[in-house]
């Protein structure tokens, strides 16, 4: 087998060697003892090409093409494949009735054609410079030897050997391991002179993302929910008029098996927005998200695409302040220290919600009206992915008006691993309307709450929540004594 290009870093899979690995319908061809016939195939030759792209930066490609091939045995040259292909992922079949097609070698090359790499292709041998005279407004031709490129460019010249030099190099040819685009090299057997096949490889760099609004009405209590699918590709090559498919879901994945930085190109260009609808369907023990219509992806685009959209979703206000289960672990001295109180919107994903759809993981952007019609920006949050029947909760920001001071009063411990402590929250409004906090304590460990002001539930065998009511202008104390024993 040839040697493979060389110039990746070393340890990464870009040869292989696929015998037997196509799936033939048939038996594999005996390799033929002739002459190498070389053929090449570029995006022009494809029939359909679908993507499927997952929300961890990486995608799915899957292309038809008809081959112009030989009868015997090919070396194809396969161009317009993804720049940051995995090449041990390649499938290559054949979907032509009746063919008999077979898979000898695999080499991936990538050394790309640059000026850098042209001239470190050329040292040790010769090239043209040019260098232009301004006073005779024309170019003078010399013959150099390129010694070096380590630094900088390093000729000899008439003799002399020179750096810095300032003109433009001319190449009698290129060199043919030297290519335009990452290509597949195939060494294949084949029965006919043209076939049909299908290629299905991975790619890093193709990623997508969800990203949704909630626009509040005037009194918290319904919202409109637009969610809109964020894809960019940074994969190297462009799928035009594609088949899209987008699967949402925590995939595992090897760990590669060097460490190896793919490095996504800047994005600086402005979304292009479609209005379209995707069709949901589960997919092992993910979701798979299908756009109605073809669509392109070209490279460095990043394109946005309607996911979907929801009015009169209806959402509750809520104010929160989360205690530390540290307070019962010891003793504080310190004053009262003023603490934020938490605002969230929750909404419950429900059909009878105006919802009932899997939500995929993304970022929320909750946005109201002002006084004077305007949408105005309240706060953002990540979501994680939300199944059917669940309930959503968005953390908008801290309440401005709305303060709380959290202090312990006692602490007795109990022996080596258990312990009570007295606390008391106050809870100050300064808005004109009645409020009312969810007062959660993360207690941990065995708990019981011995002493308390206000109702309480048991969320969890490691939380007590407390809602406090604290009317216009005014306050509330919430006064408690736990017992925890935390070994």
Not at 138 to 167: M, P, Y
């Amino acid at each position: 087998m040839p040697a493979l290009d060389q110039g990746r870093p070393s340890g990464f899979a870009v040869g292989l060697l696929l015998l037997g690995f196509v799936g033939c319908q048939k038996p594999p061809l005996v390799p033929s003892a002739g002459p190498t016939e070389t053929r090449q195939s570029d995006k022009t030759d494809r029939r359909d090409v679908a993507v499927t792209v997952y929300n961890q930066n990486f995608g799915v490609v899957r292309e038809t093409r008809r081959l112009r091939l030989a009868r015997g045995k090919v070396e194809l040259a396969y161009q317009d494949v993804a720049a940051n292909i995995q090449p041990e992922t390649v499938r290559l079949r054949s979907t032509t009735p009746g063919a008999r097609f077979g898979v000898l070698e695999q080499n991936y090359r990538y050394d790309l054609l640059t000026p850098a790499k042209l001239l470190e292709k050329y040292v040790g041998r010769t090239i043209n410079v040019y260098r232009y005279d301004q006073k005779t407004g024309t170019e003078t031709k010399k013959t150099a030897e390129v010694l070096s490129v380590e630094g900088g460019v390093t000729l000899r010249i008439d003799g002399e050997v020179t750096t810095s030099f300032e003109g433009r190099y001319g190449f009698r040819e290129v060199p043919r391991n030297l290519l335009e685009k990452p290509t597949l090299v195939w060494l294949v057997e084949s029965d006919r002179a043209e076939q049909q096949v299908e290629v299905t490889y991975i790619t890093q760099n193709l990623n997508w993302h969800a990203d949704y609004v909630l626009h509040l009405d005037a009194d918290d209590a319904h919202a409109q929910l637009t969610g809109w699918v964020t894809l960019s590709n940074n994969s190297g090559v462009s799928y035009e008029n594609a088949t899209l498919k987008l699967v949402a879901g925590d995939v595992n994945r090897a760990p590669p098996p060097t460490e190896l930085v793919l490095s996504a190109a800047a994005r600086d260009d402005v979304p292009a927005q479609e209005k379209s609808a995707f069709a949901e369907q589960g997919l092992f023990e993910y979701h798979l998200y299908t756009l109605g219509r073809p669509t392109s992806l070209l490279d460095k685009e990043t394109k946005q695409v309607a996911l979907l959209s929801a009015d009169r979703v209806a959402v509750t206000k809520k104010l929160v302040l989360n205690g530390d289960k540290t307070y019962y672990r010891g003793r504080y001295e310190d004053d009262a220290p003023e603490q934020k109180v938490g605002v969230f919107i929750e909404l419950e994903n429900r059909e009878q919600n105006q919802l009932g759809v899997p939500l995929p993981k993304g970022t929320v952007r909750l946005y109201k009206a002002d006084a004077s019609g305007a949408s105005q920006f309240l706060g953002e949050d990540a979501i994680d992915h939300t199944p059917r029947g669940e309930k959503l909760l968005v953390k908008v920001g801290d309440a401005f008006d709305v303060v709380a001071e959290r202090k312990q009063t006692d602490w007795l411990p109990l022996g080596s691993c258990s312990s009570e402590a007295a606390l008391e929250t106050e809870l100050r409004n300064h808005k004109d309307g009645d409020v009312q906090v969810e007062v959660n304590e993360r207690v941990g460990g065995e708990w019981e709450v011995l002493t308390h002001s206000q109702p309480f539930v048991e969320v969890d065998s490691s939380t007590v929540r407390f809602d406090v009511k604290v009317p216009a202008r005014g306050s509330a104390k919430l006064t408690y004594r736990i017992r925890v024993r935390y070994c």
